[in-house]
C-alpha cells in the first residue's frame, strides 16, 4: 500500500533540465526541455497573458501553472530557467553612424540581428533635433559607430558627446581609434566593443550583436514586474527575434544556406544566413552574410488593417465569398486567434501577403545596367539563391494548412527577384520553440544541434 502511494506521488511531481519562458508583449509562454536527462527533447509548453500592466512575473508563474495542467502533474521542478522578451514592444534601438550605406548600415543589421526595433538611423554628426527626436523614443540603447579602423575618428567620438548625458545605456562600435579617450570619459554606462565595420565592406556583426545582449540582460527593463524577472530566471534573458536568429544560425550549420520566416501579430521578421552564388560574389560587398528584416507593417493583429490595405483585395474577397463590410467587421473584431471559420480564412489569406510583401522586401533583385561594355544583368541586394531550406515559425505560419504551397508559388512567380529553387525543403517549428532553442543555445549549443537535427531530418536537405 505504501508503495502504490509512493508511486503516485512521483507521477504527481515532474523534474525537467531548463525551462525557457517567452515573454511577449501580449502572450507569455513557456517550454519545458530535458537536454541531459531522459526522455531528451522538448517535454511540454504552458500559456498565459502576460502581465505587462502589472507584474509580468504574476503572468510567468500562470504560464509555469498551465505548463503543469498540460503535463498533468501537481508540481514541476527544474535546474534552470532562461528567458526572452518582446514585451512592451521590444528592445528600441537608435543607431548613429558616418555613412548611411557603411558604418550605419553594418550597426543597423548588426542591431536588426540582436532582435531590436530600429526607431532612427542617422549619419554624420548629431544635430540637436536628432537628440530632440532620441528623448521621444526613449530608446533602450543607443549604437554609436563611425570611421574604418585608423579612418575619420571625430564624428563617432562627438556622436558620443552629444548623447552621453541623456541618461540611456551606450554602445561603441566605432574606429578603435578612439578606445582610449572614450575610456578616459569614464562612463558607466558605455560598452566599448570591436569596430562593427572595419575596413570597406567589411561586415563585423557579431562582437556588436553580444554586447547588445549583454545589454539588454543588465539594463533593460521592459515592462512593471521585470526588475523582479532574475527572482525566477537565473540564465540568459535575450530580445525574442534576436532568440530566433541564434536558432537559424544553427539550422545554417546543418543545412548550409538557410531562411526563416516569422509571421507575427504586429511584425514580419526574415531571417537568412547564406552565401551569394559564386558568380555574383563580386557583386555582394555591403550584403551582410546573415540578415534581418523587421516589417512593422505587416503583422496579422495589431495591423491586419495595413496588410488588408496592401492585399490584392478583389482576389481576396471573392476567396472569402463575403461583402466588404464583412470582412471590415472581420478585421476589427476576430481575436488574434481566429474563432470564426470566414476569420480563420481571412488570417490565411492575410498571412499570405505579409510573406509575399516580407519576401520581396528582404530578397534582391537581378537588375539591367548599361555600361560602356553594353548592357549588363547584376544582383542588386541579398542573394538567396544558395538557400536549401525555409523554416517557418510565428503561430500565422504554423496554423495556416498550405502556406509551403503559397511560399512556392511565390518563388516560382519571381522571375527577377534572388530567391531559392522552387523545390526547396520547407520545414514548419511545429512546436513552436525557436525562440526557445536560440537562448538555450547560447549555453547548451551541442545539446540544442543535436535537438535540431531530430526535428528536421538529421540535417538532411529534403524536398517536404
Given at each position: 500500500?505504501?508503495?502504490?502511494?509512493?508511486?503516485?506521488?512521483?507521477?504527481?511531481?515532474?523534474?525537467?533540465?531548463?525551462?525557457?519562458?517567452?515573454?511577449?508583449?501580449?502572450?507569455?509562454?513557456?517550454?519545458?526541455?530535458?537536454?541531459?536527462?531522459?526522455?531528451?527533447?522538448?517535454?511540454?509548453?504552458?500559456?498565459?497573458?502576460?502581465?505587462?500592466?502589472?507584474?509580468?512575473?504574476?503572468?510567468?508563474?500562470?504560464?509555469?501553472?498551465?505548463?503543469?495542467?498540460?503535463?498533468?502533474?501537481?508540481?514541476?521542478?527544474?535546474?534552470?530557467?532562461?528567458?526572452?522578451?518582446?514585451?512592451?514592444?521590444?528592445?528600441?534601438?537608435?543607431?548613429?553612424?558616418?555613412?548611411?550605406?557603411?558604418?550605419?548600415?553594418?550597426?543597423?543589421?548588426?542591431?536588426?540581428?540582436?532582435?531590436?526595433?530600429?526607431?532612427?538611423?542617422?549619419?554624420?554628426?548629431?544635430?540637436?533635433?536628432?537628440i530632440e527626436e532620441i528623448r521621444k523614443i526613449k530608446p533602450n540603447i543607443i549604437i554609436i559607430a563611425g570611421g574604418t579602423n585608423f579612418g575619420e575618428k571625430e564624428v563617432a567620438y562627438q556622436n558620443i558627446l552629444k548623447v552621453k548625458d541623456l541618461n540611456i545605456p551606450l554602445i561603441y562600435?566605432?574606429?578603435?581609434?578612439?578606445?582610449?579617450?572614450?575610456?578616459?570619459?569614464?562612463?558607466?554606462?558605455?560598452?566599448?566593443?570591436?569596430?562593427?565595420?572595419?575596413?570597406?565592406?567589411?561586415?563585423?556583426?557579431?562582437?556588436?550583436?553580444?554586447?547588445?545582449?549583454?545589454?539588454?540582460?543588465?539594463?533593460?527593463?521592459?515592462?512593471?514586474?521585470?526588475?523582479?524577472?532574475?527572482?525566477?530566471?537565473?540564465?540568459?534573458?535575450?530580445?525574442?527575434?534576436?532568440?530566433?536568429?541564434?536558432?537559424?544560425?544553427?539550422?545554417?550549420?546543418?543545412?548550409?544556406?538557410?531562411?526563416?520566416?516569422?509571421?507575427?501579430?504586429?511584425?514580419?521578421?526574415?531571417?537568412?544566413?547564406?552565401?551569394?552564388?559564386?558568380?555574383?560574389?563580386?557583386?555582394?560587398?555591403?550584403?551582410?552574410?546573415?540578415?534581418?528584416?523587421?516589417?512593422?507593417?505587416?503583422?496579422?493583429?495589431?495591423?491586419?488593417?495595413?496588410?488588408?490595405?496592401?492585399?490584392?483585395?478583389?482576389?481576396?474577397?471573392?476567396?472569402?465569398?463575403?461583402?466588404?463590410?464583412?470582412?471590415?467587421?472581420?478585421?476589427?473584431?476576430?481575436?488574434?486567434?481566429?474563432?470564426?471559420?470566414?476569420?480563420?480564412?481571412?488570417?490565411?489569406?492575410?498571412?499570405?501577403?505579409?510573406?509575399?510583401?516580407?519576401?520581396?522586401?528582404?530578397?534582391?533583385?537581378?537588375?539591367?545596367?548599361?555600361?560602356?561594355?553594353?548592357?549588363?544583368?547584376?544582383?542588386?541586394g541579398k542573394d538567396t539563391t544558395q538557400v536549401q531550406a525555409i523554416f517557418l515559425t510565428g503561430g500565422a505560419c504554423l496554423y495556416h494548412q498550405s502556406i509551403e504551397d503559397k511560399i512556392r508559388a511565390y518563388l516560382e512567380n519571381s522571375v527577377t527577384k534572388l530567391v531559392p529553387n522552387k523545390n526547396v525543403a520547407i520545414f514548419k517549428d511545429v512546436d513552436y520553440i525557436f525562440s526557445s532553442l536560440g537562448v538555450l543555445s547560447l549555453t547548451y549549443k551541442?545539446?540544442?544541434?543535436?535537438?535540431?537535427?531530430?526535428?528536421?531530418?538529421?540535417?538532411?536537405?529534403?524536398?517536404?
Open positions: 500500500m505504501l508503495l502504490h502511494l509512493l508511486l503516485r506521488n512521483i507521477k504527481k511531481c515532474m523534474k525537467v533540465d531548463v525551462i525557457v519562458a517567452e515573454i511577449g508583449s501580449t502572450t507569455t509562454i513557456v517550454s519545458a526541455f530535458n537536454l541531459f536527462s531522459k526522455p531528451t527533447g522538448f517535454i511540454g509548453k504552458g500559456f498565459s497573458a502576460t502581465t505587462v500592466d502589472s507584474d509580468v512575473t504574476i503572468g510567468l508563474e500562470k504560464a509555469v501553472n498551465n505548463l503543469k495542467e498540460n503535463l498533468n502533474v501537481k508540481e514541476i521542478t527544474y535546474d534552470e530557467m532562461l528567458a526572452t522578451s518582446s514585451a512592451a514592444g521590444g528592445l528600441k534601438i537608435t543607431v548613429h553612424g558616418l555613412v548611411y550605406e557603411m558604418t550605419a548600415k553594418a550597426a543597423k543589421q548588426a542591431a536588426l540581428n540582436a532582435g531590436a526595433n530600429i526607431h532612427l538611423v542617422t549619419a554624420n554628426l548629431i544635430e540637436d533635433e536628432h562600435s566605432g574606429n578603435i581609434e578612439n578606445h582610449k579617450r572614450l575610456l578616459d570619459l569614464n562612463l558607466k554606462h558605455l560598452t566599448i566593443v570591436d569596430n562593427v565595420y572595419p575596413r570597406v565592406d567589411d561586415f563585423n556583426i557579431l562582437p556588436l550583436r553580444k554586447a547588445i545582449y549583454d545589454t539588454f540582460e543588465k539594463h533593460i527593463i521592459h515592462a512593471k514586474g521585470m526588475h523582479k524577472i532574475n527572482d525566477m530566471v537565473k540564465g540568459h534573458i535575450i530580445p525574442t527575434p534576436g532568440a530566433v536568429m541564434e536558432t537559424t544560425l544553427l539550422l545554417n550549420e546543418l543545412f548550409n544556406g538557410v531562411m526563416t520566416l516569422d509571421v507575427g501579430g504586429a511584425t514580419t521578421d526574415v531571417h537568412s544566413v547564406c552565401e551569394p552564388k559564386a558568380i555574383f560574389q563580386k557583386y555582394s560587398d555591403g550584403e551582410p552574410l546573415f540578415k534581418r528584416t523587421v516589417e512593422g507593417d505587416l503583422g496579422v493583429y495589431i495591423n491586419r488593417m495595413l496588410v488588408f490595405e496592401q492585399s490584392k483585395k478583389n482576389k481576396l474577397l471573392k476567396a472569402l465569398n463575403i461583402p466588404e463590410d464583412e470582412v471590415l467587421d472581420l478585421l476589427i473584431n476576430e481575436p488574434y486567434i481566429p474563432i470564426s471559420k470566414k476569420g480563420k480564412e481571412l488570417i490565411d489569406l492575410l498571412t499570405e501577403t505579409c510573406v509575399e510583401k516580407a519576401l520581396d522586401r528582404h530578397i534582391g533583385d537581378l537588375k539591367r545596367v548599361f555600361t560602356t561594355n553594353g548592357m549588363k544583368v547584376i544582383p542588386d551541442t545539446e540544442v544541434l543535436e535537438l535540431l537535427k531530430k526535428m528536421f531530418n538529421g540535417g538532411e536537405s529534403i524536398v517536404s
